[in-house]
């Protein structure tokens, strides 16, 4: 309770900080509206329906990338950390992936399928398997060698192995890979939708590149507060259960 | 109890080490930490592999275990080759290697999935071992809730639920307090006394060997070799605090002062 109403009362000093810029600072209301005409045009967006169709079709078209880019990634990346060959191969080329900003796709993207959802989910995917590989690997690689031993001697080999020692035992680096992708998926998407113009689905990166097409900054402002808000609430409902199920048997998470 | 009875009544292992080597090859140089190293153990004794660091001790457990190949000789267990782990010979290392992720319920349970057992049976055997080791209130605990001498009870459990042929334990006593490691010492020899497990333990401390084992082996480094054995013929369980424990002590701690003056 504590903890909501601290984060309440920051959130809200921020907002009015916002509110007397605008009063004391003298700057147009074109290029930075008080919060209320954000809010207006959020109460607007929401009640003529086009700001929940647009986070549909965005949310839509990211889980199925993200999916796809996971489903991927993070057996690349536990094949990637079993060997040194692998990881001079795969791994180096997921390294590449992973340091090329997801927008240089866009291009390629656009050639390959033209202005399409396939063109979309491309970014998307490419945006999210190379970080998915990095972390998994690298979390594969950091997992004590002495838990395989020991289950070894258990007669534990091969397969058993895997399912019921390495699997779990990485699950913490499983985890921070996929919140890895999460966020590199969220970022190509938005690049993805604010570069490609397609007509079967308004995103909000369209939203928001209209927004700057029309000189609409409460708009543009108002569509980066709800990208914002999402990202945290995904975050929440996808991952913090998985980390408070390992933060109670790993012992981790509080920092005294 | 038949299934408990069946498991605790198969008999213990024979194992014989025959002219082990063992090289560890780096870029630059090649390392001897085994030569030639022969040791014969007994159905349900308790040997002490004892020497300095560096002496092949861990080495050759790990041999015995099946985890390192050897490159020179070989280990038979119950007459058969050591070929791989295979899960007769289990091991307790010095750090538990416990699984974060299990309860310790579920770390006891862990070895029993393979051996052809009921999930009844399975919890049956979990129950009994976690008793054996006086851990039952603690068995939905996790590892980190877990005190250093609890965690090693809990590895000492998951280690004997299986029926291993052989116990191998590397130092499991070196990284707790004093107060704890005694405790478990006692406690040890009355588990090893109703179980009747080969037990090989490795171990620098020499009180720790006197006081555990039937016998003691003495090793020495560079390369690791068996140098002398003590045949140990006190009554148990045996308190390390004695005078008779002390004297004995006192007789391989002389002969691995003369082993390192022969060395340097």
Redesign the interface.
Known sequence: MQRILITSAFFAALIALWKAGTVVGGWSPVLLPPPEAVAEYLWGALKDGSLLEASLVTLKRLLIGYAIGVLIGLPLGLVTSTSEIFQDTIGALALGLQTLPSVCWIPLALLWFGQTESAMLFVVIMGTVGSVVIATSTGARSIPPIYARVARTMGSEGLDKWTRVILPASLPFLVTGMKQGWAFAWRSLMAAEIYVTILTGFGLGHLLHYGRELSAMDQVIGIMLVIIVIGLLADKALFAPWERFMHRRWGTGVVK | MSTMDALVAAPAAKLAVEHVSKWYRTTRASVQALDDVDLAVNEGEFVCLLGPSGCGKSTLLDII???TPPDGGRVLADDVLVQ????R???M?Q?S?L?????VFGNVM??L??LGLNAAQRREIAEYHLNLVGLAKFKKA????LSGGMKQRAALA?SLA?DPRVL?MDEPFAALDGLTREQLYFDLQGIWGRRKKTIILVTHNVREAACLGDRVVLMSPSPGRIREEFAIDLPRPRDINTAEVAAIAQRITSALRGLSCNVS
Do not use: D, I, Q
């Open positions: 275990a099946g985890l791989g782990p295979g899960g010979r289990l091991v290392f750090e290697a699984f974060p992720w299990l309860n862990f070895g999935r393979r996790y590892v980190h809730e998951r299986p191998l």
